[in-house]
């Protein structure tokens, strides 16, 4: 029964790190997505 416990608590933990890991690469993604297409500014030549 403990055993089980334990193992439940595992897998929850591990589903729970997983959920983390995907919401950490959709949000890369769409960052790396945004910067991807943003157009540099212009850079102002000082004289």
Do not use: G, V
């Not at 959920?19 to 030549?45: G, H, I, M, N, V």
């Amino acid at each position: 029964m403990i055993l089980l416990q334990a193992t439940n608590c595992i897998f929850m933990a591990d589903n729970y790190l997983e959920k983390q890991y995907e919401d950490y690469l959709a949000r890369k993604a769409a960052w790396e997505k945004k910067r991807k297409f943003k157009t540099p500014k212009p850079s102002r030549e000082e004289d």
